[in-house]
């Protein structure tokens, strides 16, 4: 059997150099690429770390289980591992996302199954091809991304839109009888003023961390916390844009450097609800966004910058190519590790 181990070592190749799959001595065939992998990724743990880490350490690992060096850094290409034509994918579910390109039909895809505990429990290695049957309509669902910029202590960054300055009335009600995901009505509206002044008490607070994958739960404390120092007696969140419509407000908790947008640009002015004839748009929507920083098992909140969609760009600029990065989501059968 050839040793594919020993003849990259001998070559000194690095994962970037590409070799031909007809080189029989250094392209591992597809079924020794999932035997190798197997023999070194399965039963390894990554629990705790957070996901960028995670994405580090098993590239290291597949490098090391192939014969290859591991670089100081990884160079973001297509494919991650261009030498031996392959993408890797950590699933602890069966929905897959790929993004910013359609499936290749010549790529291999690596897919690694972790466990409830975080550990790799299988390896299974497929063509493009096959991974190509899973996909039932080919498109491209867009992400919108920001980059998330730091400033010095809390500030409301703007005005509201001309549309919600209208639609305004005063004074400013209380809340106490009013549900969150309630369409906004004129006299329950509250000015992005008013908003401001409710959360800033929120500040210096912590949530619990619970762990690098649980994004979604501490959201659901932020939530929480903020329906309450804004005055409702519930809180309710059934996962719509915005996060609570009664006040057109879409909350953000950022410890990273990216803030993720979803489907909706802040300035693309797209229709996200009618009430009577009048039209709100993505550009009406104010964001709260709670500057954070992990601390053990907290997070504490140390600034609040609240935004109106118009103006969300000038201080937390999209990505480039317009801000867009698409993803093709596909549901791998039940049967796939089998």
Known sequence: MTDYIQNIRNCRLSIYDRIAPDNNSLFI??????????????????????????????????????????????????????GQNFDVYTQKSLNVQIWNEEIDATRRYVFLQIDEDDIISNVRVISGEFLARFDRTGKLTTKYQATMNHFNKSYLLSEDSPKIIDWITYPHTCLNNVNPNDDPSRHKLLPIEEIFDRLQPMVGLRIDYLDSLQERNRGAQLHKLICKYLGYSIYEDDGTYPDIVNQLLEIKLQTSPTIDLGLHSPEDGAPILRIGNTVFSSEDVRYVIFDGSVSGSHISLDRLYLVAGCDFTQYFPLFKGKGKNAKIQLLLPGDFFD
């Open 29 to 82: 065939p597809t079924d020794v690429l999932e035997e190798l992998l197997s023999n070194c990724l399965i039963g390894y743990s990554l629990h705790g770390l957070p996901l960028r880490t995670r994405s580090k350490e098993v590239k290291s690992l597949i490098c090391t289980a192939l014969g290859y060096p591991v670089p100081r850094a990884f160079i973001k290409t297509q494919p991650r591992f261009p």
